[in-house]
């Protein structure tokens, strides 16, 4: 179907036919002296200045005009005369020229009355037509879920995020440059893997048509750098994309970037040294100080860093000792008997690992503020560390965290074949037991530890995770470029081959379902429409901790606020799998307090029995329809 253009759309298309008759609207190339930050800093007087950028702002008046362009790195005024650039190219200028296009301009540096660094321009070129108009407001995009899906005009828009992604780069050159200076030597591993291997967790699988046989996507490039250290390097490093099949919420995504370096002769005491230091150095340079202001709160990284052992910590909260028990029933049952949990909460942990995890995260991390070293951990957390000399239970590792979430993971690695196989072999059993996020024994892994590794110390990060607290971000997908969202327009094309669908097309079997009888009494017109049905596109989606019901909903309500929403859909659908729907609320229910969290409203699901069943069905719309659009 042939697109339809907005008004503006069209008199830029028409701006374009037009500009053809005096110049290529689309030329090769254009040859700058300074990029606009150069230039701003250039004295007075210079000449011969050329500058490029995309036009953000412009006053045309009759023989004077000023324009603001932009690149990435700041603005600059143009101030256009009549008398410079002459009759013909001014009028060029002032009928065909709109915001949003690129130009080149060639002139001198000079100050306002009002001190405004600005070009006086000699010359300038037309360098590209924009199509479509760029955002009224000048501060940028309001719509979060909009700032995702088209990040360019974010990019365009707003200097924050525009300073986040400078700094995400900046991150990268001073990474490189901290571990180079240090013996580390960059490496890359595979992406296509045929183990499941170097952390827990669900990986994506896909097929491999060449050799064909069944491969999954890399979680950890843990397992290959190991081998590299087998093979005589001694420090090495990676930049790392990682996938993992799990749920989104603000501090996941299932496409990450992840860094991982390890070091022959290290233990893991050396690795906390080198990572403060890595981090303290980090903030210097790219806010240039090591206290970060994150949702309210001053995060000194510049200070002591407190130490937390997290046996005892557990051992305090539990009131057991919970290394000796390992049957995971005898564990929720203990937990269950102090009163810290239900058996509903504990329902879906099924392996020791799980349990453990589960209660560390809800009564320990969450309240650590500070940066914060906790170290000692069960060794049933993590297969492919190294176990403590005085007591085998505990691993030699450390965890950084600070504002309640992990910023890193170390250990002092597991060298010794047998033990690493005991290991592997004990996460077949947790498989056997439920735990799908289990690794798999890599016989590759295996025997490059057989050949010999030396003492190994590795570390590995989220680099997304950092950025959002270094920037004060709340939410991860907010210092990522281009974060995976569900497209719009999201219509499921049946593909046919010979006439023969290749999708299921069989009709859905209606005749065990029972619905409520319809109501009897009428309402009349005025009191239904005094609620007031909205359309709302979920940004986040996750589920509250504690409850077994509940799943909380971060909503895109069209007034450029979120909306938050609790409903008690979670044995109904993953968080994961409603982040980017599009769906129906009623937004002027009175706020309702639920778990401890204010819930702003509710979203409307269909309701039925099927087979003597409760069913349950989310109400979603058209992505085509934007946030806040009114149901009459």
Known sequence: MERQFSEQEQVRRDKLEEIKNYCNPYPEKYN???KIREARLLEDGTTDVAIAGRIVFMRKMGKLSFVRIRDIEGDMQLEIKIDMVGEDKYNFFKKLIDTG?????????????????????????????????????????????????????DLIMNEDSRR?????????????????????????TPILQNAVCGASARPFYTHHNALDMDCNLRIAPETYLKQCIAGGFDRVYELAKCFRNE????????EFTQVEWYASYWNFEDNIKFYQGFIR???????????????????DFGADWKRINYVEEMRNVLGFDFLDIDDPKALKDKVVEKGLFTYDELEEYKSLSQIIDFIYKRKIRTDVLEPTIIYNYPAVLIPLARRNDVDSRVIDVFQVVACGTELCKAYSELVNPFTQREAFEDQLKAKAQGDDETMELDEDFLSSMEQGMPPISGLGFGIDRLMMIIYDRPSIRDVVLFPQMKPLNDTKKIVTVNNTPLVDTKVIDFS????????EEEVDFDTFSKSDFRVVKIINCEEVPNSKKLLKFTLNDGTGTDRIILSGIREYYTPSELIGKTCVAIVNLPPKTMAGIDSCGML?????????????????????????????
């Open 247 to 254: 749920g989104m919420d603000t501090e996941h995504l299932q």
């Open 164 to 188: 986040v992604f400078l700094g995400r780069s900046k991150f990268y050159s001073y990474l490189h440059k901290y571990l180079g200076a240090n013996g580390f030597l960059q490496v890359e």
């Open 512 to 519: 065990n379902v029972k619905i409520e009888p319809l109501f």
């Open 281 to 299: 150095g980090l903030l210097k340079e790219l806010i240039g100080d090591t206290v970060v202001n994150y949702q309210g709160n001053k995060i």
């Open 32 to 34: 700058i002296t300074h």
């Open 101 to 153: 296009d690129f130009i080149g301009a060639n002139g001198e540096i000079f100050t306002t009355q009002t001190g405004e660094k600005t070009l006086r321009v000699h010359s300038f070129e037309f360098l590209g037509k924009a199509l479509r108009p760029l955002p009224e407001k000048f501060h940028g995009l309001t719509d979060t879920e909009m700032k995702y899906r088209q990040r360019y005009v």
């Open 604 to 632: 409307i699901s269909a309701v039925y029995e099927d087979s003597g069943k409760e069913k349950l069905h989310l109400l979603m719309v058209s992505d085509c329809i934007p946030a806040g659009a009114k149901l009459y």
